[in-house]
């Protein structure tokens, strides 16, 4: 089962990242992720945020000191317990939680959130389905969900572009254990999220390494109730050519 081989690799990953994290993050996520993710969420003091596949904490933890009431999970019990320890003191409430799993995610608490956010985790998410499914229902109306993910553009390791497929890789040299890369194309990274009520009303493409070359890609999606469906009948995987809003 992919998805437990998936949380075995971050499990064995835990400490490494939660080390290389530290309670600031690293250069590449203060650069390229923080900046444009706070500007697409905009205020924060008082609302309550999910954040999804939260790692070590250390943005959970960032927007609790903004004043938001943080709810993080990650389906990494080894990852949870890691931010648990190190932010013991904070606001956050840390729980251990799979995304791929909607009623676990539901379970949280629905119409409870009215922003949604997740730091570099989609590309490592096998089945974004659910997620969207969970998110149409936990977020009030009018919600948003904030995403950064690898740019699928740029930061693939793969010279397929169309075709969703998976790769290992690290993201950290010196990590563990490689995990799973879920490459989608932009249509395909979308899709679940239009067809469960969202509509995408922003983003932002960051540089790292070379300015004409994003890493990553921030995308704003608003719970808008507006569902997208693409008529091909392969339902938004492979190369949906035509939709059809209802």
């Not at 927007?63 to 389906?75: I, M, N, P, Q, W």
């Not at 003191?89 to 840390?94: G, H, M």
Request: negative net charge; glycine residues 6%.
């Amino acid at each position: 089962m992919k998805n437990h081989s998936d949380r075995t690799a971050w499990d064995r990953n835990a400490s490494f990242w939660d080390n290389a994290m530290g309670d600031d993050l690293n250069e590449y996520h203060r650069r390229t992720v923080r900046p444009a993710v706070m500007e697409l969420l905009g205020k924060t003091a008082g609302e309550p945020i999910l954040d999804v596949a939260c790692g070590n904490g250390a943005f959970s933890v960032f927007l609790s000191r903004k004043g938001a009431e943080v709810t993080a999970f990650d389906f990494s019990g080894k990852m949870i317990s890691a931010a648990r320890e190190r932010w013991k003191d904070s606001n956050v409430r840390f729980i251990t939680c799979d995304a791929t799993n909607e009623y676990e995610m539901t379970a949280l608490g629905e119409n409870k959130f009215t922003k949604a956010v997740s730091t570099m985790a989609l590309m490592d998410i096998e089945n974004l389905s659910p997620l969207a499914k969970a998110l149409s229902r936990m977020l009030t109306p009018g919600g948003i969900f904030v995403f950064a993910t690898q740019h699928p553009c740029f930061m693939t390791l793969t010279d397929r572009y169309m075709t969703s497929h998976s790769y290992k890789g690290k993201a950290l040299e010196d990590q563990p254990a490689e995990h799973m890369y879920y490459h989608r194309s932009l249509q395909d990274l979308l899709y679940p999220f239009f067809q469960h009520g969202f509509m995408a009303d922003a983003l932002r493409e960051t540089c790292f390494r070379d300015e004409e070359h994003p890493e990553v890609l921030i995308i704003r999606a608003v719970l808008s109730g507006k569902h997208y469906e693409f008529t091909s009948a392969d339902s938004g995987q492979g190369n949906p050519c035509s939709g059809k809003t209802i």
